[in-house]
């Protein structure tokens, strides 16, 4: 069964130019392979299979207004949109609307926007319908209105102003009613009359262009006219295929070529040198004979969009003069415009090319990242499933295989596809999954169980291997050509087929098991085979497999358990996919294997990526990404960039005779073509676009800003104008005279504020960096002087200096005086004083060390006896004993009888046991109702259980408060240095556990662990 596409129909430059024309959308019958049908023309659908992705802008409801009618770039890189409903400006962050307020002449004169043309000076000319044509100063936020002249007034011929022409000093203006030129020197208006018969009525202007001779052009509503300035006339070109027609836009290119763009009639080009017009032709898919010319854009040296209302956007090929392709609407898609009804289409600086409709939508797409196209194979009716093998023939040929093999070639700008019926017939509806052609011109089928194919060119079954002729695999992933004319074959296993040996079967290692993940016959005839983590090789002239590494992690702690993707380059370098990371592999003359991380990779991954290839830059490029390893850098493709990649393309891969790269997979077919490939920066720079002092924003100047003392908070808000994405982008800034070093802000922050700077002048600078890449932007920067207050100043100081040595001779004489007479007055103050604070200090220490109730001493004198104790231990080699212990029932007794009970109490145990110890040991209060005793220089153990009965003999007794008989009991625990603790924390905590275990057990009562 074959397609064919006449020439005629489909304008085809190649799969890989950006834009094609209208292509064929494949529509095949299901068949057998017993009674193949050709499909008829009547079936075929017209499909442009090249369009570029186009994304929508401010879709979320952020862009404000309504049908666009101009769009254009300001030379701060702005975007700005002319509509129905106003002027919108878009700053790659935020859209920012100007509407006319007829109570606010500070307004632009009318919202009704037909046209707008930006300067060289951050300003833009603003035509409008019916309320004339407003220049806004954008820097300087001043508007400036010019309208149709009155008896006493001058002015422009008319208030409906359909489009601008900035020619140097001069602004023509085309109105309603005639051409009006506006010297920008003195701003004053002149205008130009037509010069026709007299049958003829004037119309209006709706464009204007400039040739390369400086020859103005107006398109009318009556026809196309220049200006003969020399006389001060406007005649009328009289050429008659495009005299009476409405001109409604022009463009001139090149070439003496000016782009006529009709109302209903079409698109042509007039000769400047010979008034002779040719006219477009219509194309099947387009026709031009009734087109409305909406506007024109110049996306490179070839191409031109045309916008047209109804007819989407025609993409003209200007050097051959015909149409050569068109973006259209998809009703079942989201890849095309959201509407045929284009109202304007404008390039910007990056490649971006913006679409206005006659809606409220903005759309853009970029043609920095036309080289790379994706095909969905399955919507031609081809392939029900993914696309799993791909081979070029000797013929240029490409083949595509899966449950068929289909030929797709390109040919004198006509594609055709042919399906095969003898290899679908021959597979049996089995799968292919590799194939190749061998030198001989023969063409090898892998298939997914039936074993190998073999056809000749021709496509004639030779040989079917498979089990039935001991064939020994069934499953072929891998068919590559050998050197020596032969045939690689890698399934479960490894085979080569040699011209004149036959089959080449290869033994195994030992205790292995083979399944072939990637494969590849290097330069000097080595063939390499990946099989999971594992790696082989068969030397040249050698009939041997041998494993040379057994588990690649092994070997780099980065590697994972699988190899995939082997490649080389032209300096017979090896690389290989693992674990999400590229790798190379070095060889040495005494045949040991290095594996290395690729310098590039040491930072970064790719991510979900099976295959890669090496093209003839020795470039490498996966189905995500471009990675180029002389620059060590990588450009990833997005959505955004204009492409929709999406995932799946985990088939087969390709480098073609002409150098296009090739993936297949489950999305189809991915087509790459290096040499259109561009890299530029996604901005040359940052801007600044605003500048606040305590928030209130300034007007940005050239000069050096002077900020006044008072300000005490300095705000830049930064932009880096990517269009693309503007999320991606992190700023980064210093400030000289604070620091040399780059900081970089929170990510997705771009304001910058600096507080209570001090005095000096600051150079301030700023640069983005794209986090997909790593590019950085150019910097920009801003000079400002902070101001220094009056007092901060050189001549305050100054006068403050020499104020205060006056001060100090004239009060040196008093002082000498004064010091002799407050000198004794002084001494006499002083032994006051110092005696005073002595007794202060005493009384002082005694609060800090000492408890106020008891006047025993408190924790901290307790802990620093505690630690003189423990010294003196150590130096005469005896014990210190730390007694704890803290009162039965206190709080029952300080609940029931009052405070004043307690605090009787507590007065009462202090004075009853201090009477019990020596001189030299220690009772503390250390808080509450728990007491602390210290007793050192302690030789036997029976002392300290002979004190401890006696403190609880002594309590046995009770003691008498205001007629009530009380009786007092404690627990005590005891701890032994240095048995118990070497330090003093140590012992006191151990006392304090053991003092906790008599409670336990009864209370009133003393444990000493055992020593």
Same mark, same amino acid.
């Given at each position: 069964m074959q397609i064919k596409f006449d020439a005629s129909v489909v304008y085809f430059k190649g799969l890989f130019e950006p834009f +094609?024309?209208?292509? +064929?959308?494949?529509?095949?019958?299901?068949?057998?392979?017993?009674?193949?049908?050709?499909?008829?023309?009547?079936?075929?659908?017209?499909?442009? +299979?090249?369009?570029?992705?186009?994304?929508? +802008?401010?879709?979320?409801?952020?862009?404000?207004?309504?049908?666009?009618?101009?769009?254009?770039?300001?030379?701060?890189?702005?975007?700005?949109?002319?509509?129905?409903?106003?002027?919108?400006?878009?700053?790659?962050?935020?859209?920012?609307?100007?509407?006319?307020?007829?109570?606010?002449? %500070?307004?632009?004169?009318?919202?009704?926007?037909?046209?707008?043309?930006?300067?060289?000076?951050?300003?833009?000319?603003?035509s409008s319908y019916s309320t004339g044509l407003t220049y806004f100063n954008i820097n300087k936020q001043i508007l400036t209105q010019y309208t149709e002249q009155t008896e006493t007034q001058p002015g422009l011929a008319s208030n409906i102003v359909m489009?601008?022409?900035?020619?140097?000093?001069?602004?023509?203006?085309?109105?309603?009613?005639?051409?009006?030129?506006?010297?920008?020197?003195?701003?004053?208006? %002149?205008?130009?009359?037509?010069?026709?018969?007299?049958?003829?009525? %004037?119309?209006?202007?709706?464009?204007?262009? %400039?040739?390369?001779?400086?020859k103005i052009w107006l398109g009318t509503t009556k026809g196309l006219y220049f200006v003969d300035q020399a006389n001060s006339i406007i005649v009328p070109v009289l050429t008659p295929s495009i005299k009476g027609k409405s001109v409604y836009r022009l463009l001139y290119s090149d070439q003496n070529k000016l782009w006529l763009g009709t109302q209903k009639h079409g698109i042509a080009y007039l000769d400047t040198h010979t008034q002779q017009v040719t006219w477009l032709k219509s194309s099947k898919s387009q026709d031009m004979d009734t087109a409305w010319v909406m506007g024109f854009t110049v996306v490179n040296d070839t191409e031109m969009w045309v916008a047209t209302f109804g007819g989407g956007i025609v993409v003209v090929d200007q050097q051959k003069n015909e149409i050569k392709g068109h973006l259209t609407h998809h009703k079942k898609g989201k890849k095309g415009l959201v509407s045929n009804d284009v109202s304007t289409v404008f390039m910007s600086e990056d490649k971006q090319v913006w679409i206005g409709h006659w809606g409220k939508y903005v759309q853009k797409t970029n043609l920095q990242v036309t080289f790379v196209r994706t095909f969905d194979i399955a919507s031609f009716g081809l392939f029900d499933e993914t696309v799993n093998a791909i081979t070029e023939l000797n013929n240029g040929t490409l083949l595509l295989g899966n449950d068929q093999l289909i030929a797709v070639t390109i040919e004198n700008n006509a594609l055709a596809a042919n399906s095969i019926p003898s290899v679908e017939h021959a597979l049996n509806q089995d799968i292919i999954t590799t194939l190749s052609q061998d030198s001989h011109g023969n063409i090898w089928v892998g298939t997914r169980q039936s074993g190998l194919l073999q056809f000749d060119e021709q496509f004639a079954l030779i040989n079917h291997f498979n089990d039935k002729n001991d064939f020994p695999h069934q499953v072929i992933r891998f068919l590559i050509p050998s050197s020596d004319g032969g045939m690689w074959i890698g399934s479960n296993g490894l085979s080569k087929w040699d011209p004149k040996q036959g089959f080449i079967h290869f033994n195994i290692p030992a205790n292995n098991r083979l399944q072939s993940e990637s494969m590849l016959e290097a330069t000097d005839g080595t063939l390499w085979l990946a099989s999971f983590g594992q790696l082989y090789r068969v030397l040249p002239q050698s009939n041997k497999l041998e494993l040379v590494i057994k588990n690649v992690s092994d070997i780099h702690p980065l590697a994972g358990n699988l190899i995939s993707s082997l490649v080389e380059d032209k300096q017979q370098n090896l690389y290989f996919l693992s674990n999400n990371r590229l790798f190379s592999l070095l060889t040495s003359n005494s045949n040991a294997i290095k594996v290395e991380l690729a310098p590039l990779y040491a930072d970064f991954s790719i991510d979900g990526v099976r295959n890669l290839v090496i093209d003839a830059a020795q470039n490498i490029w996966t189905d995500k990404e471009f990675i180029d390893l002389a620059a060590k850098s990588k450009t990833k493709f997005y959505r955004r960039d204009g492409i929709d990649i999406g995932t799946g393309w985990n088939g087969g891969k390709l480098v073609s005779h002409n150098a296009n790269i090739f993936f297949v997979g489950s999305r189809g077919l991915m087509v790459i073509e290096p040499k259109l490939a561009v890299t530029a920066p996604i901005s040359s720079k940052v801007y600044i676009t605003n500048l606040a002092l305590d928030g209130n924003s300034q007007r940005l100047s050239n000069a050096e800003v002077m900020i006044k003392p008072e300000t005490s908070e300095i705000t830049f808000e930064l932009n880096a104008k990517n269009f693309n994405d503007s999320s991606v982008m992190q700023y980064q800034y210093r400030l000289n005279g604070m620091s040399d070093e780059w900081i970089p802000i929170s990510f997705k922050q771009r304001y910058i504020t600096f507080r209570d700077l001090p005095p000096r002048e600051y150079l301030f600078s700023a640069r983005a960096k794209n986090i997909d890449n790593g590019a950085i932007s150019l910097e920009t920067s801003y000079a400002f002087k902070v101001l220094p207050h009056w007092f901060e100043t050189v001549w305050f100081r100054g006068c403050a200096v020499l104020a205060c040595l006056g001060l100090i001779f004239f009060g040196h004489a008093l002082r000498v005086n004064l010091v002799k007479k407050q000198n004794a007055e002084l001494e006499l103050l002083v032994q006051e004083r110092t005696k005073e604070l002595e007794q202060k200090n005493a009384h002082i220490e005694e609060l800090a060390n000492h408890d106020p109730l008891t006047s025993l001493p408190n924790l901290r004198l307790a802990t620093d006896r505690l630690s003189e104790a423990l010294k003196r231990s150590k130096r005469d080699n005896n014990m210190t004993a730390v007694i704890y212990f803290d009162l039965d029932g206190f709080k029952l007794i300080n609940d029931t009888y009052g405070h004043n009970t307690g605090d009787f109490i507590l007065q009462s145990v202090a004075d009853r046991v201090t009477k019990l110890i020596r001189e030299t040991d220690t009772l503390c209060r250390i808080g509450g109702d728990e007491f602390l005793l210290i007793l050192s220089g302690i030789e036997r153990r029976e002392l300290i259980e002979q004190l401890c009965e006696r403190i609880l003999n002594e309590f046995t007794q009770s003691v008498d408060w205001e007629g009530h008989q009380l009786m007092i009991r404690m627990s005590i625990g005891v701890a032994v240095y240095p048995i118990h603790g070497e330090n003093g924390k140590a012992l006191i905590h151990r006392a304090d556990t053991v003092m906790y275990q008599v409670k336990k057990t009864g209370k009133f009562n003393y444990k000493i662990d055992d020593f």
């Open positions: +094609v024309g209208r292509m +064929v959308y494949f529509c095949i019958l299901m068949m057998s392979c017993f009674t193949p049908a050709l499909v008829s023309s009547a079936e075929l659908t017209l499909y442009d +299979v090249s369009e570029p992705f186009v994304v929508n +802008v401010g879709e979320d409801g952020s862009y404000p207004n309504g049908f666009i009618t101009s769009i254009i770039q300001d030379s701060n890189r702005d975007i700005w949109f002319g509509t129905y409903e106003g002027l919108v400006r878009y700053d790659s962050h935020d859209f920012t609307s100007y509407k006319h307020d007829p109570q606010d002449n %500070k307004t632009i004169s009318g919202n009704l926007i037909t046209h707008i043309t930006p300067d060289n000076d951050g300003g833009i000319w603003i489009a601008t022409l900035l020619d140097g000093d001069t602004l023509w203006v085309g109105t309603a009613k005639g051409l009006n030129l506006i010297d920008l020197k003195d701003n004053s208006i %002149k205008f130009f009359d037509y010069h026709l018969d007299k049958d003829a009525k %004037k119309g209006g202007v709706t464009s204007l262009a %400039k040739d390369a001779e400086g």
